[in-house]
């Protein structure tokens, strides 16, 4: 099993900036592909960004391109999400994922999920 567990949510203001964190344990973290998706109320859950597990492939969602940047570090067992010029179209929970074999943008196909952050931004 491998434990997940988000932190850094909040409320900004557009423009605004966030930084997710996702913590990791329970096995070794470095062989997991990692995503971050998100959730808006009445909305399904959407990709968000992926890294593979050496964090040297990322992927990015073309509605947070160029805004969203994702990051690993395999000595602390974290993975982040940098959003920066937060839009309230942004306002959703957002979760961390980790899958074994590579990286997806779909949910379906991660192996373990944290409990999720929220992150509202107010206009």
């Known amino acids: 099993q491998v434990q997940l567990v988000e932190s850094g949510g909040g409320s900004v203001q557009a423009g605004g900036s966030l930084r997710l964190s996702c913590v990791a344990s329970g096995r070794i973290f470095s062989p997991y592909a990692m995503g971050w998706f998100r959730q808006a109320p009445g909305k399904e859950r959407e990709f968000v960004a992926d890294t593979s597990a050496n964090g040297g492939s990322t992927a990015i969602a073309d509605s947070v391109k160029g805004r969203f940047t994702i990051a690993r570090d395999n000595i602390k067992n974290t993975a982040y999400l940098q959003m920066n010029r937060l839009k309230p179209e942004d306002t959703a929970v957002y979760y961390c994922?980790?899958?074994?074999?590579?990286?997806?943008?779909?949910?379906?196909?991660?192996?373990?999920w944290g409990r999720g952050t929220q992150v509202t931004v107010s206009s």
């Open positions: 994922a980790a899958r074994l074999l590579g990286v997806s943008n779909s949910p379906d196909q991660y192996d373990y």
